[in-house]
């Protein structure tokens, strides 16, 4: 798990020294440079080494010919199965890395080699032979990557402050995107704040010739195309059992000692009880995170129930504990992630991530995607009970969002019943994607300055969600679309993506044994009502699991990942200075992103406990401090 970065163009050495150095805190264990001036070409690598920590690991890596060259960052889980058919083919090995792997593989296969690899990867390849660069990223997104078409030439990086040290890459705020993260407190790829700058989709690659994209193409797809099958509640759970287990000891490999996220939920004791008995011999290492000042805003505490499996596995568990002082890294968080996620769970992770390298972890085994693929996110509970309601005329639905508009957002409950209801009046996917929105999408856009209004001009925020629902066949239950948009956005654009800014922070890789592709394909082909079973969201996954963990541990309270930010932003001696400085009149029209005006409105309304504004706030605050970092301070 390592850094890249690189070029197709007029860019300099030096460019790409700078861009290589401005990800070193991703590879702190070596460093490498290709640049071919002759072809325009150059490729940078940072190196976290954990399989194969002999030189001949080393990147950027040439094949015998010298003419192709390969920058890889990942976890390729099946590469020793594809090192023996690559001998069997006749390919020599000078050392035993996945990174040779890949390089022979392309070699062999070209750009089919996509379809046999089970990993976690961004990488890009050289081919000398026909002045080619040759760039993709896994299929579910747990690796990022951005790129950046200039005049001089096409610019690539794991990530988007790397491409920043060139003057080429354009800063101009995209006031589409501003709407996105307003909405959804990240925002959907391939859009990223900057007009200039774009992810590449997970799932994607394309082809660089001569400063130009030539194509790019999509080789994998969420796989809610499948039939759903017939099948026992018995044996399902025995099937997700097998599939959870084999997803673990796949990746439990490396040539360094492997530890894990504990936070005594469901999807993270599963993937320690199976780490646990991959490796029965070695006293397995976890980690997690308690508040000083406790957990309120309707979370349960996590702490209690992961010292409960700790103990019941017999793993140590070692904990960090923080307060309110989580708030002043803040700036550090926005600076790490490169988009401005308006989320405090990250610096969770970031704390985490910190202690496990403070005691020689550098690799954690973490259990994010179970929601997601499972059905864990009380939304989905939410769009279940749509079946006695969704049969109303238009009028009727209109009534009932109409109502639950004149909710209280003072305690949790009626929150979650406000935003039930809310968007009620919405048409099938409308609905469906509006169950991502963290505030009204005409009120969000009505916090923007008249000129980035203008240029939005009737724009639909949820035109990337529905747009993407077209690979979906309209048959499809409508969990199934949903957890379709929770894959395809929410987990790359929001969670994997923080986790994979905060572990790289301190030299730490994640692992996401619950996104295995096999594991992906069968909770897709799994009966709905195996998933969100009534009231019970992953429901078939805690079966499988009754026999590893106690049943007060699967059956728990569902909690979050994060901090109590209501109770901080209203805070005196917390996040409200920041707040009240960074959408301060000036700060605002000297910005010229918002409304000074109806920035000021919702923040009184929110006070009053009129509307629960908090994470809206949140996310202009996290702009206005995004800004500050990359635009008006020198990065370069």
């Not at 990174?99 to 046999?116: D, F, I, K, P, W």
């Not at 989320?343 to 970031?350: G, S, W, Y």
């Not at 979906?472 to 969990?479: G, K």
């Not at 790289?504 to 998933?531: I, N, T």
Request: with cysteine; glycine share 8%.
């Amino acid at each position: 798990m390592c850094g890249i970065a690189g070029f197709n163009g007029g860019f300099s050495l030096g460019a790409l020294k700078r861009m290589g150095e401005r990800i070193s805190h991703r590879g702190p264990d070596d460093s490498g440079f290709f640049h071919a001036p002759e072809h325009r070409v150059g490729l940078a690598h940072r190196r976290l080494s954990i399989i194969d920590l002999s030189p001949t690991g080393s990147q950027p890596m040439k094949d015998a010919s010298g003419q192709v060259v390969i920058i890889f960052n990942g976890e390729i889980y099946n590469f020793r199965e594809l090192r023996a058919e690559l001998v069997s083919a006749g390919f020599v090995f000078r050392g035993h890395s996945d990174t040779e792997v890949l390089l022979n593989l392309y070699l062999l296969c070209g750009e089919e080699m996509l379809q046999r690899l089970n990993g976690v990867f961004a990488f890009a390849v050289w081919d000398g032979r026909v002045r080619s660069l040759f760039v993709a990223r896994d299929g579910l997104g747990v690796k990022p990557l951005y790129y950046a078409k200039t005049d001089t030439g096409v610019v690539f990086a794991s990530e988007l402050k790397a491409l920043l040290v060139n003057p080429e890459v354009k800063r101009e705020i995209d006031p589409n995107a501003v709407l996105m993260h307003l909405t959804y407190l990240w925002c959907p790829a391939p859009s990223t704040i900057l007009k200039g700058v774009k992810k590449l989709p997970p799932g994607h690659a394309m082809q660089i010739r001569d400063g130009e994209i030539q194509r790019q193409w999509k080789f994998y797809e969420l796989p809610y195309n499948q039939a759903i099958v017939d099948i026992s509640a018995k044996e399902a759970a025995s099937q997700v059992e097998q599939a959870v287990r084999t997803a673990v000891e796949r990746q439990m490999v490396a040539d360094v000692p492997v530890g894990a996220f504990l936070s005594g939920g469901l999807d993270s004791s599963a993937v320690v009880a199976f780490a646990k008995q991959a490796q029965p011999d070695v006293r397995l290492q976890c980690f997690t995170i308690g508040f000083t000042d406790g957990v309120d805003e309707g979370f349960a505490e996590d702490l209690p129930y992961a010292k409960k499996v700790s103990e019941h596995l017999g793993v140590d568990l070692h904990t960090i504990y923080v307060g309110a002082e989580m708030a002043d890294q803040l700036e550090t968080m926005i600076y790490h992630l490169d988009e401005p996620l308006a989320d405090p769970a990250p610096l969770n992770a970031l704390f985490i991530c910190k202690l496990a390298r403070e005691h020689g972890i550098k690799v954690l085994l973490s259990g994010a995607g179970g929601d997601d693929i499972f059905s864990g996110y009380r939304r989905h509970y939410a769009l279940q009970k749509e079946q006695y309601w969704n049969w109303l005329p238009h009028w009727g639905r209109h009534l009932l969002a109409g109502g639950a508009g004149l909710l209280p957002t003072g305690r949790p409950s009626l929150r979650r019943l406000r935003k039930a209801f809310e968007y009620a009046d919405l048409d099938k996917d409308e609905r469906l994607a509006s169950y991502f929105y963290w505030g009204q999408p005409a009120r969000l856009e009505s916090l923007l300055s008249d000129n980035y209004r203008q240029e939005i001009n009737g724009w639909r925020v949820s035109e990337p969600l529905i747009e993407a629902l077209h690979n979906v066949p309209d048959h499809t239950d409508p969990l199934n679309r949903m957890l379709f948009l929770e894959s395809k956005f929410f987990l790359p654009d929001h969670n994997l993506n923080y986790t994979d800014k905060m572990s790289m922070a301190v030299g730490v890789e994640v692992r996401v044994p619950l996104l295995d592709p096999d594991l992906v394909a069968l909770a897709a082909r799994l009966p709905v009502g195996y998933k969100q079973h009534g009231r019970e969201g992953k429901w078939i996954f805690k079966k499988a699991m009754e026999k590893y963990l106690p049943r007060e541990v699967i059956y728990r309270p569902k909690t979050g990942f994060g901090a109590p930010l209501r109770s901080w932003l209203h805070s005196e001696n917390k996040l409200k200075p920041l707040m009240m400085d960074v959408l301060s009149k000036n700060a605002i029209t000297r910005r010229g992103i918002f409304d000074s005006k109806s920035v000021e409105s919702l923040i009184e309304e929110d006070a009053k406990g009129r509307v629960d504004a908090t994470y809206t706030i949140f996310s202009m605050m996290c702009i206005e401090l995004w800004c500050r970092k990359f635009l008006d301070e020198d990065v370069v």
